[in-house]
């Protein structure tokens, strides 16, 4: 079947840089990556692992009111942090 594809500038790139390399024609190269694309379609995805926050101690709040900002700014900057 003769048919015309309009390609990516990345996916022409890279068909002309494995052709050169395998030194395939153009058409057996197309026609194997279509085949392997699309035999992995139909291969359901395996879901990734659900990412986890391993949690760590940091210790006690060494402020007694975190509500009070002027009070928690004095504390970490100093008196002079106006």
């Not at 659900?50 to 940091?58: E, H, L």
């Amino acid at each position: 079947m003769r048919t015309t594809l309009s390609l990516d500038d990345d996916v022409a790139a890279r068909i002309e840089q494995l052709r050169r390399e395998l030194n395939t024609p153009l058409k057996e190269l197309v026609n194997e990556a279509l085949r392997r694309g699309l035999a992995a379609m139909h291969e359901p995805c395996e879901p990734a692992a659900p990412y986890r926050t391993r949690p760590v101690d940091m210790g006690r709040c060494r402020l007694p009111n975190v509500d009070d900002v002027a009070a928690a700014l004095a504390a970490a900057e100093g008196e002079g942090h106006r």
